[in-house]
């Protein structure tokens, strides 16, 4: 199993819509996926609620040594349903910051790696828009890590502090490989966001990825639904399909899963 943490610490910036949509076009390649939601907001909780399993997100920062992993799992031959499991946000998680950062990395790690002996290809973990333990554990624990950026003053001022994360956390996970920023919500006719995209493109080539997502409602129309945008019948979903499935592509063949 490899496991992707989705990350950027500032909300707004499509992180979910990514996460999401890289899930369902997993689970149409035939993998079978896991998706932990550790954002509070539980907007993945919410787009994905049709896969939720039993256990829940501040269950992986506990003891999970006598968790029933295989009926979380499921059967091997199952419907979509068991290929592709959400555990989601719940309130414990707002208690993970009263324990010791190195406490919930320990548990979480744990739970990662019990969860890999399920026969999961894929793990996706969505995370809070502040740097706390959940963030920090989930990196810890993970093998990649894809920030989505909108191409916004605010956004753009995460960028130092989301790469200074990354950079600290690879001290204790020397394996932690960062896939790089995806340009989100970018708006074609704007010309401050076309500006902003190539200061970006110039100040961090190696770390922007060849591929951009739109500022497109058919993106929020397929998350209310909880379907992929490739799913919603209107012609304007269909440059937004196209860009998702660019960005999937991309993803899963630096990761050696496409």
């Not at 199993?1 to 909300?11: D, E, F, I, L, S």
């Not at 739109?214 to 209310?224: E, P, Y």
Request: with cysteine; glycine share 6%; hydrophobic share 45%.
């Amino acid at each position: 199993m490899k496991t992707t943490v989705v990350a950027q610490q500032k909300g707004g910036v499509g992180k979910t819509s990514t996460l999401v949509h890289l899930a369902l076009d997993a689970l149409e390649r035939g993998k079978k996926v896991a998706v932990i939601d550790l954002d509070t907001q539980g907007n993945a909780s919410y787009s994905l609620q049709a896969y939720q399993s039993s256990l829940t997100a501040s269950a992986m920062f506990k003891d999970v040594s006598s968790t029933p992993w295989a009926e979380i799992a499921g059967e091997e031959g199952q419907e979509d349903a068991a290929r592709l499991v959400l555990i989601a946000s719940d309130a414990g998680l707002a208690d993970m910051e009263k324990t010791s950062l190195a406490e919930a990395g320990t548990h979480f790690k744990e739970a990662i790696r019990l969860l890999a002996l399920q026969g999961f290809d894929l793990c996706l973990i969505d995370t809070p828009p502040s740097l706390g333990n959940c963030l920090a554990a989930a990196l810890y624990a993970a093998d990649y890590v894809l920030s989505p950026i909108e191409l916004e003053v605010y956004s753009i001022q995460g960028i130092k502090k989301m790469n200074a994360a990354i950079a600290n956390m690879r001290k204790a996970n020397p394996g932690l490989i960062f896939l790089g920023m995806v340009p989100s919500k970018v708006d074609g006719r704007n010309p401050r966001h076309k500006e902003h995209l190539d200061k970006l493109q110039a100040a961090y080539p190696q770390l922007m990825i060849p591929a951009t997502i739109g500022l497109r409602s058919s993106i929020a129309d397929a998350l209310a639904n909880g379907v992929p945008v490739w799913q919603i019948k209107k012609t304007a979903a269909r440059k937004a399909a196209k860009e998702v499935r660019a960005l999937a592509q991309y993803v899963y063949e630096k990761m050696e899963i496409a």
